[in-house]
C-alpha cells in the first residue's frame, strides 16, 4: 500500500519560512518523479514544483520561482518544499505526489498517488 504523508505546514506570517516534507512508503521511491501542488479555497489544484528520481530535473511554477526549492533524500524516502519569502497568495493546502513517468510533469492525472495534504497559512 502506497502512502505519502506531508508535514510541515502551518501559520507564517509573510516574508517567513517554512519546510514542507512528503515521507513516501509503500514502492520504490527512487523510482517516482515526485510534485508538490496546492489548491486554495474555491480554486483548482495547481502544480509547484516537480522533481525527477535522481534530482536531474527540477521545475517550478512561475509563482514559486527563485522562492521555493524542491529536494529529495532517496535514502529517507522523502521529498522536501523549502518554502521562503512566503505571499498570502501562497496560502493553501499543499499536497505532494508521486508519478512514474521518469520526467517533469504537472499533469495531476500523470500522478499515481497523492498525500493528503497539509495546510500552510501566511498572513499579512
Do not use: H
Not at 530535473?57 to 521555493?68: H, L, N, Q, T
Amino acid at each position: 500500500q502506497v502512502q505519502l504523508v506531508e508535514s510541515g505546514g502551518g501559520l507564517v506570517q509573510a516574508g517567513g519560512s517554512l519546510r514542507l516534507s512528503c515521507a513516501a512508503s509503500g514502492r520504490t521511491f527512487s523510482d517516482d518523479t515526485m510534485g508538490w501542488f496546492r489548491q486554495a479555497p474555491g480554486k483548482e489544484r495547481e502544480y509547484v514544483a516537480a522533481i525527477t528520481r535522481t534530482s536531474s530535473s527540477i521545475y517550478y511554477a512561475d509563482s514559486v520561482k527563485g522562492r521555493f526549492t524542491v529536494s529529495r533524500d532517496n535514502a529517507k524516502n522523502t521529498v522536501y518544499l523549502q518554502m521562503n519569502s512566503l505571499k498570502p497568495e501562497d496560502t493553501a493546502v499543499y499536497y505532494c505526489a508521486a508519478s512514474r513517468v521518469p520526467f517533469i510533469t504537472k499533469r495531476t492525472v500523470q500522478y499515481d498517488y497523492w498525500g493528503q495534504g497539509t495546510q500552510v497559512t501566511v498572513s499579512s
